[in-house]
């Protein structure tokens, strides 16, 4: 059958991630917002370099994985009529994946429950921080590329991947799955992409070509 994705649970992945978009512009007055961003630059810098050597760990694997044949790997994709791009594409023989890159070493990674047994409450926890907006951001991403290799009648879903570089992870831990969402390091990463699966290497060219 075609690429497919669960779309139900992607916009509702999309809709919490507007929704908190929302809430925080709503959440200050212009002043309040120059204020909060004043005093935040130094962070938001420091996460943009965070993010930026992330893509450059995990580009070096995905290229050294194209250059053995095993993917066609696509870097910094602009996503059409937004100001967001993709981070990376794996176009793997097991399938279309997503990868949004983060750094954060020395960072504890974990999903876990903060709810009680009848109202969960599962969060992706970097650190002490609850970091499950990183989830649900990749809603959009998955739309965005399933729609642009649906018709190709592919026998495989379009995977997201969430890839934290030199965080720190729990020594019997194999990945987690939050929302579809992978979770994982650079090393489980490239496992993952060599997975045996059904794409052919002149699909595998394909995809490339159609998301080019």
Known sequence: GPAAVDEQGLKRMADRAAARERAERDHASWLGKALIFARNEPSRATSWRRGAEGERIVAARLDRLQSEGV?????????????????????????????????????????????????????????????????????????????????????????????????????????YTLNAVKIVWPRKLEQLLRRPGPLTASQLQAVGKRLR
């Not at 967001?84 to 429950?113: F, L």
């Open 71 to 175: 993917i066609v790997a696509l870097h910094d994709i602009a996503i059409p009529m937004s100001r967001a791009n993709v981070d990376h594409v794996a176009v793997a023989p097991s399938g279309v994946h997503i990868i949004d890159a983060k750094h954060y070493k020395r960072q504890r990674i974990r999903v876990e429950n903060r709810g009680g047994l009848f109202r969960p409450d599962v969060q992706l926890r970097v650190g002490s921080r609850n970091r499950t907006s990183l989830v649900d951001k990749l809603a959009k991403q998955v739309l965005t590329i399933d729609a642009v290799v649906r018709d190709m009648g592919l026998p495989t879903v379009v995977t997201p991947v969430l890839c934290f570089a030199h965080a720190d992870w729990s020594t019997f831990t194999k990945g």
